[in-house]
């Protein structure tokens, strides 16, 4: 059927959900009124490493307000983790006050349920402890002789590294580092929690409902069908909020012990010791080319650290055993255990950090060659994955690079770093390639049709989240688009644990498998009311109901991934240009503006898609210019515990940001041909800028963050 609607994918219509999100009427974890609910404040460690040897809470205890305190002696037993270092499986479980043992400074140690928030706030800190401490293990660099080969390697390794080396006229062996950052979400982490009946009901900011579901029935050893997990809108998650961390497992036990709903917020303190980070990254770089330019070797190895009791990798190396096209190509990862949270995903976990490593260094290779870092990049391109040999489904970085340079004003860069000048300020230009997957998951949604006063109304239910990325935007278009009917007259229901299954929002695949799983509803719904009519007559939606006598309809439909999927690599592809001028005297310096080129498959929606990528830069930014945890060296807390010492970036830090999308249907990716943007902005952001940097100053910043005095 031709579509009639404006308002279906591709248009830039305004989100549907903004009057709401505006109004503070879009309710988040613990704006939600449930009656009778109570307060809970955990408790944090104040030692690394040892063991509890003794808790008083008499003195908490008679304060007012106070119902319940819990510690891991009186604490219900839950589902232990392996004593073994186990990765984290999806079907993971998160015990919380099962022992005294203590692994990194900040662990929740006990939890306080009061009347009221400032009651359980109060009594928290009268809650004594007493420790028997022992030395912990909180540097990578002394520690890395502990490095192991994670139990999920990633290692890969294709021809013969020494032999390109080998072979090569010139060649780069540097290492980046990168230091632990932490995501930090408009909303915090909270949750509501109650049980009634054997059942848990938990209103709880998360990005993936169903996995929290499973988390949460693993833990307690209920069938997920007792856990309902509702978030209709969250407030930004970036990675933190993928799983349903410790506090969720302690409001939901709190609430059984106390038999009354109990709402848990982790503070944004909190957030610095309890709801995860990336990791800190050292990440050692060989490359080798021909004069001409070809690539002959590349090596990625890096080091990084996982927490004494869980195992995970940040996959630096992933983007560098797909971008190129070398023959000789090695990728590692070995991890240190520390006395420290487990790190975990991150907005682009692994291609944000290696690609900063990786584009760096090819910037460095191209400089050695004396060849244009983007003649370089297009002389190494491929339209084949070399790490499988799979045909990308679709590639388009030469044109990200050649239209972005030709948007940017790439020709009026010189090669040789210093050579633009004004006043005080040495001016550089810097390129970088981007790469992230594109995934695409199974994904089922309901849709209920509804004819009333001569028009359809449908709605369209998930289990989707969104994160203030737009997901009720680009369902409510799909839905406008394949129904043909207006967007006024779709409703998008998301984030219920009753609503059919999706992936959740993370790793980019957000916006292509619920676009895809909405439509196949829809299509469903068209299919089985022309079925019923034994009609193949090309009849609005509206006409369906009526000839069929129908005043509504439901249905659901679910699309996955084909074997024309599983057959391709399937990545999103981008170049970032930024202009960066540095003050010759202080080393302060100004990111001028930048032009982001994106091909990422349909764009669903220009407006969101377009935030999503400012987003990215946003943060790609922050990586460069000033995120950074530091650790105390002694104790093991972290010593930026706010956004006074913890950094990120404002207005006046990005000037001027252009972003482009190439036009680009990618019908291997999917059928509607989207694929993710989410992460793709931030990866190389980082390595644009350093490059910028070195083209201004002749120096290279191969240490994150690039503060002021490294530049002096
Ligand atoms: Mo993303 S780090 O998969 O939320």
């Known amino acids: 059927m031709k579509n009639t609607t404006p308002s279906g994918t591709g248009n830039p219509i305004d989100r549907v959900e903004g009057h709401l999100k505006v109004r503070g009427m879009a309710k988040y974890a613990s704006e939600f009124p449930v009656s009778g609910k109570v307060y809970a404040q955990a408790i944090n460690s104040t030692i690394a490493k040892g063991e509890i040897t003794a808790i008083d809470t008499s003195e908490a205890e008679k304060q007012e307000g106070v119902i319940e305190i819990i510690t891991y002696k009186n604490a219900e037993k839950l589902k232990r983790y392996d004593e073994e270092l186990p990765s984290l499986l999806p079907d993971v479980i998160q015990p919380v006050l099962q022992s005294p043992k203590v692994h990194y400074y900040g662990e929740y140690v006990g939890l306080v349920v009061a009347e009221t928030f400032e009651q359980a706030q109060y009594a928290a800190r009268l809650v004594r402890f007493e420790y028997r401490t022992e030395e912990p293990r909180i540097h990578l660099d002394r520690q890395r002789s502990d490095a192991y080969k994670p139990e ?30 932490h995501h930090h979400p408009m909303e915090l982490h909270a949750i509501i929690a109650s049980w009634e009946n054997g059942e848990v009901k938990a209103y709880a900011s998360q990005q993936m409902i169903d996995n929290a579901a499973i988390t949460i029935a693993n833990t307690f050893q209920i069938p997920k069908e007792k856990v309902r997990v509702i978030a209709p809108y969250v407030g930004g998650g970036f990675g933190s909020k993928l799983h349903a961390k410790q506090h969720v497992i302690l409001a939901i036990m709190a609430a059984r012990k106390i038999g009354r709903p109990v709402q848990l917020t982790v503070t944004r303190q909190q957030m610095f010791t309890n709801t995860n980070f990336r990791q800190q990254n050292e990440q050692k770089m060989q490359l080798g080319a021909k004069k001409d330019g070809t690539l002959t070797a590349l090596v990625h190895e890096t080091l ?3 927490s004494t009791y869980e195992e995970y990798q940040e996959s630096c190396g992933t983007v560098s055993k797909m971008l190129y096209k070398v023959p000789n190509n090695k990728v590692s990862h070995r991890l240190v255990p520390l006395n420290l949270q487990t790190p975990f995903a991150m907005r682009a976990p692994g291609e944000a950090t290696g690609s900063f490593a990786l584009e760096s260094a090819i910037d460095e290779l191209a400089w050695k060659l004396k060849m244009d870092p983007i003649e370089f990049r297009i002389k190494n391109d491929t339209q084949t994955d070399p790490s499988n040999n799979k045909p990308f489904s679709s590639r388009l970085l030469t044109e990200c690079l050649r239209i972005g340079a030709d948007k940017f004003g790439w020709e009026r860069r010189k090669m040789k770093p210093g050579a633009q000048q004004e006043g005080n300020w040495l001016i550089g230009y810097g390129v970088s390639g981007a790469s992230r997957a594109a995934p695409y998951r199974e994904t089922s949604s309901k849709v209920k049709l509804e004819l009333k006063g001569g028009k359809v109304y449908a709605t369209i239910q998930m289990d989707a989240t969104d994160i203030g990325t737009g997901s009720y935007t680009i369902i409510t278009q799909t839905a406008s688009e394949y129904l043909d009917i207006p967007v006024d007259q779709v409703s998008v229901e998301l984030g219920d644990s009753l609503f059919p299954v999706t992936p959740g929002s993370g790793g980019s695949w957000g916006a292509a498998s619920y676009a895809n799983g909405a439509r196949v509803a829809c299509m469903n719904a068209i299919r089985e009311l022309n079925q019923k009519l034994n009609t193949d007559e090309d009849l609005s939606i509206q ?12 249905t659901t439909g679910t699309a996955k991934p084909s074997e024309a999927f599983k057959k391709h690599s399937v990545y999103s592809f981008g170049a970032n240009f930024a202009e960066v001028w540095v003050d010759k005297d202080t080393g302060m310096y100004r990111i001028k503006r930048m032009v982001n080129v994106g091909a990422c498959g349909k764009i669903l929606n220009p407006k969101t898609a377009f935030g999503q990528i400012i987003g990215g830069l946003t943060m790609g930014a922050g990586m460069v210019i000033a995120e950074q945890s530091r650790i105390e060296p002694k104790y093991g807390n972290f010593i930026t515990r706010s956004f006074a010492d913890y950094h990120v970036p404002v207005n006046l830090d990005l000037a001027n940001i252009d972003v482009v999308f190439l036009p680009e249907e990618d019908k291997i990716a999917n059928e509607m041909g989207v694929k993710g943007i989410g992460e793709l902005g931030i990866t190389s952001v980082a390595a644009s800028i350093a490059n910028a940097i ?15 005095e490294k530049l002096i």
């Open 152 to 181: 999920e390697s990633s290692d890969y390794s294709r021809g013969d590294v020494a032999a390109g080396m080998a072979e090569a006229d010139e060649k780069v062996e540097v290492t980046y580092h990168t230091p632990i950052e």
């Open 304 to 306: 990084s650290h996982t």
């Open 543 to 554: 006409a369906l109901l009526e000839k069929n006598e129908l005043s509504s309809y439901e």
């Open 694 to 708: 070195f083209n201004a100053t002749g120096k290279r910043m191969r240490d994150l963050p690039i503060t002021p």
